[in-house]
C-alpha cells in the first residue's frame, strides 16, 4: 500500500524559532492534510491542501502541497509553549476520503 | 463547526467482553465516517470506512467479526469491539467527512480501551 515518509520524527526547539517538517510518498496523492495530535485527543485538521503548488497559511503555519504532488511541508514560525505536540501528514488519492497518515513528527518547544 | 463526538471517552472491561463505542458528528451529516486505531507513539491505522446505510469496508488484516461498525444515521457510526482482548486495548479514532460541505476530515477525541 501507499507509504508516507514524514521527517524528522522528533524535534526539539526553542520557544520563538522556526520549524519545518516534511512528508513524501513514492505515489501520487491529490490531497494533502496536515493535523496536529495533543496527548490523549483526537487529531485536529492544521491545514488541508488540494491543488498541486498550492502554499496555505494558518496563522503562525504555513504548509505547501508539492508540484510532483508525492510531497508537502509544513512549516511554523515563532514557536510557543502550546504548539507542543504530534504532527501528522496524511494524504489522500480520491475523494472516498481515505487518508493515509504520515508517522508523525513530535514537537518539544523549550520555554 | 464540524464536531465529531465519541463516547465513551475511556472504558476498562474484563477480557471476553463486548465494548461499543459511539461516533456522532454533532453539526453536520456524515455519509462517511472512518474508524481509526493508534498505539502509543504510533500514527494512526485505518480500521474501516463506514457508510451510512451500507456495510463497512474493512481494511486487510482487520477481522470484521471481531470489529462490528454500524452506520445507523448520517450522524451516527459506532464500533463493537466484540469478545475484547488485552491486545484489543487502544486508542480509537473516528473522523467524519462533512460532505458536501467539504471534503476533509474531522476527527473525534477517541476513546481509550483497556481490556484487564
Known amino acids: 500500500g501507499q507509504q508516507l515518509n514524514q521527517s524528522p520524527q522528533s524535534m526539539f526547539i526553542q520557544e520563538g524559532e522556526d520549524v519545518s517538517m516534511n512528508c513524501t510518498s513514492s505515489s501520487i496523492f491529490n490531497t494533502w492534510l496536515w493535523y496536529k495530535q495533543d496527548p490523549g485527543e483526537g487529531p485536529v485538521l492544521l491545514i488541508a491542501l488540494y491543488k498541486a503548488g498550492e502554499l496555505t497559511s494558518n496563522g503562525r503555519l504555513t504548509a505547501q502541497f508539492g508540484i510532483t504532488r508525492k510531497d508537502s511541508f509544513l512549516n511554523i514560525s515563532a514557536s510557543i509553549p502550546s504548539d507542543v505536540g504530534i504532527y501528522f501528514c496524511a494524504g489522500q488519492v480520491t475523494n472516498a476520503g481515505k487518508s493515509t497518515f504520515g508517522d508523525g513528527t513530535t514537537l518539544t518547544v523549550k520555554p | 463547526g464540524a464536531v465529531v463526538s465519541q463516547h465513551p471517552s475511556w472504558v476498562i472491561c474484563k477480557s471476553g467482553t463486548s465494548v461499543k463505542i459511539e461516533c456522532r458528528s454533532l453539526d453536520f451529516q456524515a455519509t462517511t465516517m472512518f474508524w481509526y486505531r493508534q498505539f502509543p507513539k504510533q500514527s494512526l491505522m485505518l480500521m474501516a470506512t463506514s457508510n451510512e446505510g451500507s456495510k463497512a469496508t474493512y481494511e486487510q488484516g482487520v477481522e470484521k467479526d471481531k470489529f462490528l461498525i454500524n452506520h445507523a444515521s448520517l450522524t451516527l457510526s459506532t464500533l463493537t469491539v466484540t469478545s475484547a482482548h488485552p491486545e484489543d486495548s487502544s486508542f480509537y479514532i473516528c473522523?467524519?467527512?462533512?460532505?458536501?460541505?467539504?471534503?476533509?476530515?474531522?476527527f473525534g477525541p477517541g476513546t481509550r480501551l483497556l481490556v484487564l
Open positions: 473522523s467524519a467527512r462533512a460532505l458536501p460541505r467539504d471534503e476533509t476530515q474531522y
